[in-house]
């Protein structure tokens, strides 16, 4: 019905919002420079009118035709709820909704939300985005996991090239999972939770394990080779035998300088620390005992085949 009016005296919806923001609001209408400063010059109407909706109502703009009219009749006048600030991101309005998460992991309060949000129906033009800490944290996994994926098929270049032996380097490549078994347990021991921190953690022990595994390989195909000792039992002992202290040392020096740490809890500013600490102390322990005692055992009955 006002929409109607306004046009029946030649009024758009702009000249009616500028009429009206010139009373409430003000417009600038010039400037005056006073001892070097600039004054600017507002026009805009008086408290009465401002404060008093009723009397925004009454108040008469000018039409196009010469004559004036009531406010309230070409325009709705109400008083709402209205964003102080309006974003904007890629020419496109937008309107942040942020909170914090206590007493639960981030991932699944953020996936229960995400969830929620797209059970809804949004109207056209009109569609959430998901950002903040959880968006980048799954960004950074998804990259991890990628680099991690790399990381294995390099190691598999690197030993075959090495050993000229499929068999060894499968020896080796299928005992690093054994040694992420501490890894899953200190996490499972510590909530269950498995943040971007536990992930680095994960493949620091791959790395560590790999290591270990290479240098026990290594060493039997050194003692074979370089001091002619005969493949079997005593080959397998002595080889453990004196890789045992590289392998304690490289374990106890990472799992001491770990350790406070992972004693300290996850502390404000150690997010990430604690987790990746958690889970290298445990997967330290498993990948020591299986390069201690599987590797050997593993290395005799596939060497042992392949000679056979």
């Known amino acids: 019905m006002r929409q109607e009016a306004a046009r029946r005296f030649g009024l758009t919806p702009g000249r009616v919002r500028q009429a009206a923001t010139t009373f409430i609001q003000g417009t600038k209408v010039g400037e005056i420079y006073d001892n070097q400063k600039i004054f600017d010059v ?8 401002r404060g008093n909706i009723d009397a925004l109502r009454d108040l008469r703009i000018d039409t196009p035709s010469g004559a004036n009219v009531p406010l309230g009749d070409v325009a709705d006048i109400q008083v709402v709820a209205t964003p102080n600030i309006v974003k904007r991101e890629n020419s496109s309005r937008k309107i942040d909704i942020s909170c914090n998460v206590r007493g639960r992991d981030l991932g699944s309060v953020a996936r229960e939300i995400e969830s929620a949000v797209l059970a809804i129906g949004f109207d056209r033009e009109y569609h959430p985005e998901f950002l903040g800490e959880y968006a980048a944290r799954e960004q950074s996994q998804r990259r991890l996991f990628a680099i991690a994926g790399l990381s294995l098929l390099g190691i598999v270049l690197i030993l075959y ?122 997967g330290l322990v498993t990948s020591t005992v299986m390069n201690l005692f599987l590797m050997p055992v593993l290395y005799q009955l596939f060497s042992r085949r392949g000679r056979a």
């Open 42 to 49: 507002v026009v805009w109407g008086i408290p009465e009118i």
């Open 161 to 282: 090239s090495d050993f000229q032996s499929t068999r060894l380097s499968l020896i080796l490549l299928l005992s690093l999972p054994f040694a992420l078994v501490g890894g899953v347990l200190a996490a499972f021991f510590t909530g269950g939770v498995l943040s971007l921190g536990s992930l680095v953690g994960f493949v620091t022990v791959i790395g560590i394990a790999a290591r270990n595994g290479i240098m026990m390989v290594s060493h039997y195909r050194h003692l074979e080779a370089e001091e002619g000792e005969v493949f079997g039992r005593n080959l397998i002992i002595r080889g453990a035998q004196e890789r045992l202290a590289p392998i304690l040392m490289t374990a106890l020096t990472t799992a001491l300088a770990l350790l406070p740490i992972a004693l300290g809890g996850s502390k404000p500013g150690h997010e990430i620390e604690h987790p990746m600490a958690v889970i290298i102390i445990g």
